[in-house]
């Protein structure tokens, strides 16, 4: 089973519309999570940490739930820019990180 | 503030040829050093992370090998390429006292 598991989408989503991302993890004893953004042919880029009570950056939303072992983001008002793949991170052991392989996000003028 | 440097850019090698990719971080002293790769439509693969200079620990067994000469400098060689070695390589550091990564912009390789 993998570490961590992301829907590959692709969601094609208008402008300024809302859209959710899941990804499951399968290590109960991981202590740190994130969403990172990658755009085409870049690097990945820390979007924002997950934290248990849940927690907001402008128009992005992010919750964890420990017991369903669950991760979400939410973007709310849909921009051009947003366009990109979002990767669900959680903490293995010795400072290591396990990525999903991303969900892609179009957003559609 | 902290900024990563990777090069080359994009490399295209032949079967066979060595490899060397160099890392270096600036503004920060002490850093974990990460190299991962990934594969055309596929995740990062973690490769080598280290802890401290001359400290290496390799996750996947292959051809590839990682060095630390200095505290801020992270090397990634090989003997001999194989095809399977194309990829994106991508450095990382983390401050080593929270989890978060930061990539450098990584290294396009193609083993023809």
């Known amino acids: 089973r993998k570490e961590v598991e992301q829907d590959p989408g692709p969601f094609n989503v208008p402008e300024g519309a809302t859209v959710a991302f899941n990804c499951t993890y399968s290590n109960s004893a991981s202590q740190s999570f994130f969403w990172y953004r990658q755009d085409c042919r870049k690097e990945p880029k820390l979007l924002m940490s997950?934290?248990?009570s849940g927690n907001e950056d402008g128009r992005f939303t992010a919750q964890l739930n420990r017991a369903s072992q669950y991760i979400s983001l939410l973007i709310r008002d849909s921009k051009l820019s947003d366009s990109a793949t979002y990767l669900c991170v959680v903490t293995g052991g010795a400072n290591n990180l396990f990525f999903g392989t991303g969900t892609r996000l179009t957003v559609i003028p | 503030s902290q900024t990563i440097h990777q090069w080359p850019a994009t490399l295209v090698q032949p079967v066979g040829s060595p490899l060397s990719l160099e890392c270096t971080v600036e503004?920060?002293?002490?850093?974990?050093l990460y190299w991962y790769r990934q594969a055309a439509g596929r995740g990062l693969q973690l490769l080598f992370y280290?802890?401290?200079?001359?400290?290496i620990s390799s996750e996947v067994p292959q051809n590839l090998s990682a060095s630390r000469p200095q505290d801020r400098q992270f090397i990634l060689s090989s003997k001999k390429l194989l095809l399977s070695d194309s990829g994106f390589y991508l450095c990382?550091?983390?401050?080593?006292?929270?989890?978060?990564?930061?990539f450098g912009p990584g290294t396009r390789l193609t083993v023809t």
């Open positions: 990382a550091w983390s401050p080593g006292t929270s989890y978060e990564q930061y």
């Open positions: 503004g920060t002293s002490n850093p974990n």
């Open positions: 997950v934290y248990s």
């Open positions: 280290s802890v401290g200079i001359g400290q």
